[in-house]
Nanobody, 117 residues
């Protein structure tokens, strides 16, 4: 029910924008988040955005470089990634949760981001 796109190979210092389209009836009922998983590591939270798009939070390592936004009319959440570093290399996943819940219940299949040095 969630499909990510936009991942590719990019040089360090470059930018990418990931997109995630979610197939739900009322997208604004859901908070959204991006996670990432590097090879041999656990999946980590990157950042999240609330249902209205007015509140966003980020893990420290991406603050000031990544921005999450959403378009509720298009059922889409975005992850704008600037000043990319090799350590940002990972599979990036979007996830959705109903506003009243703590657990993310809908996940995409992931999109690969590779940052070369």
């Amino acid at each position: 029910q969630a499909v990510e796109s936009g991942g590719r190979l990019v040089q360090a210092g470059g930018s990418l924008r990931l997109s995630c389209v979610v197939s739900v009836r009322t997208f604004s009922d859901y908070d959204m988040a991006w996670f990432r998983q590097a090879p041999g590591k656990e999946r980590d939270f990157v950042g999240g955005i609330n249902w209205s798009g007015e509140e966003a939070s980020y893990t420290d390592s991406v603050k000031g470089r990544f921005t999450i936004s959403r378009d509720n009319a298009e059922n889409t959440v975005y992850l704008q990634m600037n000043s990319l570093k090799p350590e940002d290399t990972a599979v990036y996943y979007c996830a959705a949760r109903v506003r009243t819940k703590k657990e993310y219940e809908y996940w995409g299949q992931g999109t690969q981001v590779t940052v070369s040095s």
